[in-house]
């Protein structure tokens, strides 16, 4: 009997969750909490669906952590007259100037590739890490593939590792999910229960 398309589906995201490098993960939250506790911001960036993963982790991160937090897509009138008034390359680093990014705070990635300025893939994310590190903000990522320019900049950057090639996208993107859901229950960071698990 050949094996449907929803169990290999299944199967790979069972082998990438195995292979996920779970002392990068302890590092990570170790590294947010460090800031959130010296006073420190987050900003959440992504493209795609990406933005939309750090749209819902903003929520997370504030509700659960305690943690002053942002996402640049949030606020559509801002990003759009940015990408139409400064270009797409510069509209989340334009962004974070505007918002005063100092080295107490720190940025948060979620992307598939981390960003290639050699190939021009994900501009917006590879200058916003520029500029986090020229203002001596800690940087850290959740990316696919190789981690890209994400993780070559990066203090701490988890990867979620390739099992095919041809679903990269939807892997990185669905694993990406458990991975932050898994820093906002760290007991390193969260600091509220979530609503059904304190119903008695």
Known sequence: METSFSAVFLSEARS????????????????LAE?????GRLFILGVGGSAAHASHAVNDFRKLCGFEAYAPADNVSELTARINDEGWETCYSNWLEGSRLG????????????????????MNLVRAVELAAARGARIFGIAGREGGFTRKMAHVCALVPVVNPNRTTPHTEGTCAVLWHLLVS???LQTSATKWESLK
């Not at 800031?35 to 006073?39: F, K, N």
């Not at 107490?104 to 190939?119: H, N």
């Open 16 to 31: 990438i969750l195995e292979h996920v490098d779970a002392d990068c993960l302890e590092r990570l939250a170790r590294g």
């Open 186 to 188: 760290h007991p390193a």
């Open 35 to 39: 800031v959130r506790d010296a006073g």
């Open 103 to 122: 080295a107490q705070d720190a940025i948060l990635v979620f992307s598939v590739g981390g960003g290639d300025p050699e190939r021009n893939v994900s």
